[in-house]
């Protein structure tokens, strides 16, 4: 027992001591800041009006003008000591005269600054604005991110087009899609009017350009191209997606809720789109490459009803044997596993000259 108090009274004795170090401490602070002056923060123990010889109330052409005039007076590269009020260290007191006018000419810095004066109490308050203002990015954050987000989509529309000419190109290049081209211009009489005579007769070389382009533009509008290589959209890039995502999201939830509602409250028999949904969902497919399937095998999937997933189950394991068939009897796959077995990556040899 008389061990017990014992601890309990050194106990309250550090605690009486940690209180008594606090308010000393605490006490000591005070009076050393009670004009709000702090090391460490804008002027430090020196006032910033006093460090430029103006006044609280003066304007910011004032401040100003008595800045050009001290950091004439003490630049480095100017500075001629004369006289006893001659400075010992002149650049210390041009970093402190530009320390003080970048405080007082900015609105905000100056309405800290100020405030820090009246309430020099408020210690914490003063260190986070003043670093808070130091450290913060000279930029606009959200400035940076609207000019990455336009140059990154502009990079994406560029991409995008580059890809839907390539392959028109390509498609101007196949006979199948050429030669029915060639033969819907000839029945709209584009390609007639390219041979003409006298003096509006062109040379071969102009007249094959422009049949060229005919056939290229018969080719755009008539072609259907899905996927990665469709015709880009403004809508469908970075930017526009982002600003649409709100119209996207909101009418997401309403056709999740209207699922749910119909399908498994109501109980309502799959229609063909929901039908084609689930399957494209079963097999891991965008939306671009489902589309770009052909019709007679969307057909296939919904005769084979891929939509249960038991039935996808087994058209996927089908799908991967017959994979394996194919693979075993490609000749190219033969000599893979040839190679790698005769020779393969891992084994050394001497060669004998």
Known sequence: MAAAGRQREGM????LRLCAVSFVLQSGWLLGRADGLVEGLYCGALSCYDVLGVTRDSSKSEIARAYRQLARRYHPDRY????????????????LVATAYETLKDEEARKDYDYMLDHPDEFYRHYYHYYRRRLAPKVDVRIVIMVTVCAIS???????????SEAIHYLTTVPKYRIQATEIAKQQGLLNRTKEKGKNRRSKE??????????KDIIKNNIDIKGGYQKPRLYDILLFQILLSPYYICRYIIWYCTWIYRFHIKGE???EE?????????????????DGLEDHQKETFLERKLWLRENFEVYKLEQEEELKKKVASDPRWKRYRRWMKNEGPGRLTFIDD
């Open 274 to 290: 929901e039908k084609l949904y689930i399957i494209r969902k079963n097999m891991s497919m965008s939306q671009g490459q489902f």
């Open 12 to 15: 309250l004795l550090l605690v």
């Open 269 to 271: 028999e799959y229609g």
């Open 206 to 215: 102009d007249i094959k350009e422009e049949e060229e382009e005919i056939i």
């Open 80 to 95: 001629k000591p004369s006289g006893p009020e001659a400075e010992e260290n002149p650049e210390e007191k041009f970093l």
């Open 154 to 164: 502009l990079f994406q529309y560029y991409s995008w087009w580059s890809s839907y």
